[in-house]
Nanobody, 119 residues
Framework: QVQLVESGGGLVQPGESLRLSCTASGRIFNINAMGWYRQAPGQEREFVAAMTTSGGATSYQDSVRGRFNISRNRAGNTVFLQMNTVKPEDTAIYYC????????????WGQGTQVTVSS
């Protein structure tokens, strides 16, 4: 099993920045990518950004490309989501996820961290 723990959420004003962190523990040799999803009230969960644990490839949702940046630590077990120029529509619960090498699916999820963008 893989455990994911997020941190860094909170209340931020429009235009400001916020950084989320997610650390994986357990059988991390079973994962080859980590990413972020979010779910706003009344909305379905949606993909935000992801990167391979090797750091070789990243992907972003169109609405955050150029504003958000995903990165990882050298060990590859922690990913960060730097959120810049945040907008009210970025308000959501942000979930960290990890992709299993065997299933090729994001099978592991964190508990979520609330991000609220409001003046």
């Amino acid at each position: 099993q893989v455990q994911l723990v997020e941190s860094g959420g909170g209340l931020v004003q429009p235009g400001e920045s916020l950084r989320l962190s997610c650390t994986a523990s357990g059988r991390i040799f079973n994962i080859n990518a980590m990413g972020w999803y979010r779910q706003a009230p009344g909305q379905e969960r949606e993909f935000v950004a992801a990167m391979t644990t090797s750091g070789g490839a990243t992907s972003y949702q169109d609405s955050v490309r150029g504003r958000f940046n995903i990165s990882r630590n050298r060990a590859g077990n922690t990913v960060f989501l730097q959120m810049n120029t945040v907008k009210p529509e970025d308000t959501a619960i942000y979930y960290c996820a990890a992709r299993d090498i065997r299933t090729k699916s994001y099978d592991y999820w964190g508990q979520g961290t609330q991000v609220t963008v409001s003046s």
